[in-house]
């Protein structure tokens, strides 16, 4: 059962890494990421940005200024950040910078950071949850295999260990 502890607070640790992992690697893609933002022909990961921003009601990484460091943003030369910054029930909002209340406040990369975490526990606390279940069921077929042996072998092994 020693043996047992040591390994699943392993298990823990490796599952920790992977949450802190997540923020690092969003940490260094996500400027890029912003960087290739093209509206006009978007590919997936300008489809991911829009869909990001509407979804989390969230502009920029860490706040909406952060636009005017992309290449779009200079571009279109028309101080504007894509619609996909409105929020949500603005139909006359054009994403212009001018009407910074229009926005949303606040940055995507911390609630990105935060769904992502979110969906790891899940399937870490699955995960956990299927080893405890098959562990308990390895041990109940231990425990009838054990009881129903002929094997008079067993026999001081079970008795010794009872009264033990
Ligand atoms: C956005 O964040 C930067 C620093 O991260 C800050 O200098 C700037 O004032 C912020 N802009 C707004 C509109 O809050
Ligand atoms: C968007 O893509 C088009 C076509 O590939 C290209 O001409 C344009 O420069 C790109 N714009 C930005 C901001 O990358
Ligand atoms: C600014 O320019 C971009 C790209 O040309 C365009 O998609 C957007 O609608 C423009 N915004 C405004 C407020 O004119
Ligand atoms: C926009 O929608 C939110 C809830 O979805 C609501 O609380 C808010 O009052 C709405 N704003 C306007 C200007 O309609
Ligand atoms: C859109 O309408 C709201 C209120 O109806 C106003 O506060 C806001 O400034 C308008 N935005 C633009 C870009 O005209």
Redesign the pocket.
Known sequence: MGQCGITSSKTVLVFLNLIFWVEDEVDNSIQKVYNEYNGTYPDAASRAIDYIQRQLRCCGINNYSDWENTQWFKQAKNNSVPISCC????SNCTGTMSHPLDLYAEGCKVLVVKKLQEIMMYVITAALAFAAIQLLGMLCALVVLCRRSGDPAYEPLITGGTYA
Not at 87 to 90: C, E, R, S
């Open positions: 929020k949500a029930n603005l």
